[in-house]
């Protein structure tokens, strides 16, 4: 029988998460944010907030790149692999070639940056985030390049996919998670001290990312959509919240990852599909309520097999 202390761990880690996701949806509900709130909150964590966070979070951590070296070749190969799985599977399950780009993004490109990111913050402090960010450079240069490599495949006969290299290319130099993470590397790799307002300048900036971020989420919950959700949905949102997981922390254990490290993979590898990934699919002329919808199924879902993983994980004493 699992601890008292199990329990409070896997809960402290995925109710604040869920009750600021609950009041973002109460907010938009009272009209106290709207649309246009959201757009430019939105705007403001992804081009400096998150970034700013990323950066302090490696550049404070002197541990050094060497350390993770092999905590970042997993996640790089662990997501071509989820990526490659989903790509191989999608025409079994997916009967619409147009949707099987959409099936597969949704099964493999996780919210690490923000979602992953506020779990690892929950669970182990301002260390599991430095981890974190390690993992995250390489998942966030994958999720880009293999999302447009699966929807030109898919959409290949749709307007526009045509300028998808170049589009994926730019995208990625200008990326301000990459961008900050890549800055913040010197830092951390040559032990230069940063002065303490500096310090706590960013600690102010990066203050506002997770909350702001998570309330922008759950404003954007759709659930009427949701209840008319499609097969495919609901298959990429099981394949994003339990076999994605499941396969990558088994793959980590294999690789000898234990402890807290584990529980940043899992936590990291768990969370919901990105909200990127329906930004892309619009612009790519796919089907954009798909991918709105996969987003909704496994931003709900995945903090109760968040929890669930936690408990087995920590009642095991892995993590």
Request: proline share 3%.
């Given at each position: 029988m699992m601890s008292w202390e199990t329990w409070q761990f896997a809960?402290?880690?995925?109710?604040?998460?869920?009750?600021?996701?609950?009041?973002g949806i109460g907010l938009r509900?009272?009209?106290?944010?709207?649309?246009?709130?959201?757009?430019?909150?939105?705007?403001?964590?992804?081009?400096?907030?998150?970034?700013?966070?990323?950066f302090f979070s490696i550049a404070t951590n002197h541990s050094g790149l060497t350390h993770h070296l092999l905590l970042m070749s997993f996640a790089g190969v662990g997501t071509f692999i989820s990526w490659l799985l989903l790509e191989l599977a999608a025409p079994f399950l997916v009967r619409e070639k147009k949707e099987r780009g959409v099936f597969v993004q949704g099964g493999f490109r996780g919210n690490a940056a923000i979602l992953g990111v506020a779990y690892c913050a929950m669970a182990f402090g301002?260390?599991?985030?430095?981890?974190?960010?390690?993992?995250?450079?390489?998942?966030?240069?994958l999720y880009n390049v293999l999302?447009?490599?699966?929807?030109?495949?898919s959409l290949s006969d749709c307007e526009g996919s045509g300028l998808a290299v170049f589009s994926m290319v730019k995208n990625i130099v200008k990326n301000p998670l990459i961008v900050g993470i890549l800055t913040g590397l010197p830092f951390s790799l040559f032990d230069v001290p940063l002065p303490d307002v500096l310090i706590r300048t960013g600690s102010y900036v990066s203050s506002i990312a997770l909350p702001l971020a998570l309330l922008c989420?759950?404003?954007?919950?759709?659930?009427?959509?949701?209840?008319?959700?499609?097969?495919?949905?609901?298959?990429?949102?099981?394949?994003?919240?339990?076999?994605?997981?499941?396969?990558?922390?088994?793959?980590?254990?294999?690789c000898g990852f234990k402890g807290m490290t584990l529980g940043i993979i899992f936590l990291l590898s768990a969370t919901p599909t990105a909200a990127a990934s329906y930004v892309m699919t619009r612009a790519m002329g796919?089907?954009?309520?798909?991918?709105?919808?996969?987003?909704?199924?496994?931003?709900?879902?995945?903090?109760?097999?968040?929890?669930?993983?936690?408990?087995?994980?920590?009642?095991?004493?892995?993590?």
């Amino acid at each position: 029988m699992m601890s008292w202390e199990t329990w409070q761990f896997a809960f402290s880690v995925t109710v604040p998460n869920l009750l600021m996701l609950l009041m973002g949806i109460g907010l938009r509900r009272f009209r106290l944010i709207n649309d246009e709130f959201c757009d430019s909150a939105s705007r403001l964590v992804f081009n400096l907030a998150l970034p700013c966070m990323l950066f302090f979070s490696i550049a404070t951590n002197h541990s050094g790149l060497t350390h993770h070296l092999l905590l970042m070749s997993f996640a790089g190969v662990g997501t071509f692999i989820s990526w490659l799985l989903l790509e191989l599977a999608a025409p079994f399950l997916v009967r619409e070639k147009k949707e099987r780009g959409v099936f597969v993004q949704g099964g493999f490109r996780g919210n690490a940056a923000i979602l992953g990111v506020a779990y690892c913050a929950m669970a182990f402090g301002d260390e599991g985030v430095a981890i974190a960010s390690f993992y995250i450079v390489m998942t966030v240069i994958l999720y880009n390049v293999l999302s447009v490599v699966t929807l030109t495949r898919s959409l290949s006969d749709c307007e526009g996919s045509g300028l998808a290299v170049f589009s994926m290319v730019k995208n990625i130099v200008k990326n301000p998670l990459i961008v900050g993470i890549l800055t913040g590397l010197p830092f951390s790799l040559f032990d230069v001290p940063l002065p303490d307002v500096l310090i706590r300048t960013g600690s102010y900036v990066s203050s506002i990312a997770l909350p702001l971020a998570l309330l922008c989420t759950g404003a954007s919950l759709d659930f009427r959509s949701m209840l008319r959700t499609s097969n495919t949905a609901i298959l990429a949102s099981i394949a994003r919240v339990l076999v994605v997981p499941t396969l990558l922390v088994l793959g980590a254990m294999l690789c000898g990852f234990k402890g807290m490290t584990l529980g940043i993979i899992f936590l990291l590898s768990a969370t919901p599909t990105a909200a990127a990934s329906y930004v892309m699919t619009r612009a790519m002329g796919g089907n954009a309520t798909l991918a709105a919808n996969i987003i909704g199924l496994t931003t709900v879902g995945s903090f109760f097999t968040t929890a669930l993983g936690l408990l087995l994980l920590r009642g095991s004493g892995m993590i």
